[in-house]
T-cell receptor, first 111, second 112 residues
Framework: RKEVEQDPGPFNVPEGATVAFNCTYS??????FFWYRQDCRKEPKLLMS???SGNEDGRFTAQLNRASQYISLLIRDSKLSDSATYLC????????????FGDGTTLTVKP | NAGVTQTPKFRVLKTGQSMTLLCAQD?????MYWYRQDPGMGLRLIHY???????AKGEVPDGYNVSRLKKQNFLLGLESAAPSQTSVYFC???????????FGDGTRLSIL
């Protein structure tokens, strides 16, 4: 079993739709969680950190469920520019240095 | 603000050749990382460093060496390139291991 698992998709949604991605992690000691966005053939860029109480940034909402060991990303009112691959990242929080990246979920928003 | 800079951006090598990829960051970050990403796949950690003068193996270290002689630079070496090392290589840095990583824009390496 992979340490971090994501549904690869692709998710194809119309503009204006709401879409949600889940990411599960296997290590219950994980402490830090992030969502990154990666456009085709470009570098990953931090979208948002995920906090225990959940957090929102505009149209994006991230949630953490420690009991079930998953994090989620909700995108409301999807835009064409949201089309990208979304990477889930989990860190042990020990300053050991390593974060584990999921393989990503691909989203395509269509007109 | 340069952030993380990778050189070169593109390179084509012949099997057996050697080369060094350079990563430089100007954010005074302690941690630096080298990843490879193959088509349609996720990032795989090659080597990483938790501070100047230190290096550690990641998930796929074979065939690569690294050095971190200066805090701002992290070098990735291929001693004898193989076609299986054709990939996009990303360098990243972070202030601490628990904090988000900042990525360079990648080096596209083809080995014939």
């Amino acid at each position: 079993r992979k340490e971090v698992e994501q549904d690869p998709g692709p998710f194809n949604v119309p503009e204006g739709a709401t879409v949600a991605f889940n990411c599960t992690y296997s290590n219950s000691a994980s402490q830090s969680f992030f969502w990154y966005r990666q456009d085709c053939r470009k570098e990953p860029k931090l979208l948002m950190s995920v906090y225990s109480s959940g957090n929102e940034d505009g149209r994006f909402t991230a949630q953490l469920n420690r009991a079930s060991q998953y994090i989620s990303l909700l995108i409301r009112d999807s835009k064409l520019s949201d089309s990208a691959t979304y990477l889930c990242v989990v860190n042990m929080g020990t300053n050991a240095g390593k974060s584990t990246f999921g393989d990503g979920t691909t989203l395509t928003v269509k007109p | 603000n340069a952030g993380v800079t990778q050189t070169p951006k593109f390179r084509v090598l012949k099997t057996g050749q050697s080369m060094t990829l350079l990563c430089a960051q100007d954010m005074n970050h302690e941690y630096m990382y080298w990843y490879r990403q193959d088509p349609g796949m996720g990032l795989r950690l090659i080597h990483y460093s938790v501070g100047e003068g230190t290096t550690a193996k990641g998930e796929v270290p074979d065939g690569y060496n690294v050095s971190r002689l200066k805090k701002q630079n992290f070098l990735l070496g291929l001693e004898s390139a193989a076609p299986s090392q054709t990939s996009v290589y990303f360098c990243a840095s972070s202030r601490q291991g628990t904090q988000p990583q900042h990525f360079g824009d990648g080096t596209r390496l083809s080995i014939l």
